[in-house]
């Protein structure tokens, strides 16, 4: 029903399909793996726009090295 075009792995189609099979009925088959679609669909969106925008890496302040003052190493 999904299909190979849907460019999800097997074990989110089958989760997807069972939990709309639960919530919605007979129409979660349709839903379930469409509604998993769009979270992933916007997940990797989200990542690509924040990977852009510089908030890949989160900046770490290191300890100052021995023989540095904290006031060196911020110059």
């Known amino acids: 029903l999904v299909g190979r075009d849907a460019k999800l792995p097997d074990i989110l189609i089958l989760v997807s ?3 709309g099979l639960g919530l919605f ?9 469409v509604v998993a679609g769009l979270f992933i669909a916007i997940w990797e969106t989200m990542r690509d726009v924040m990977a852009g925008h510089g ?5 770490v302040e ?4 021995e ?3 904290p ?5």
Do not use: R
């Open 17 to 19: 399909t069972l939990g």
């Open 25 to 33: 009925g007979a129409a979660g088959l349709i839903i379930g793996p």
């Open 55 to 59: 908030f890949s890496e989160p900046e």
């Open 62 to 65: 290191t300890a100052p090295s």
């Open 67 to 69: 023989g540095q003052s």
């Open 71 to 75: 006031a060196s190493q911020s110059e």
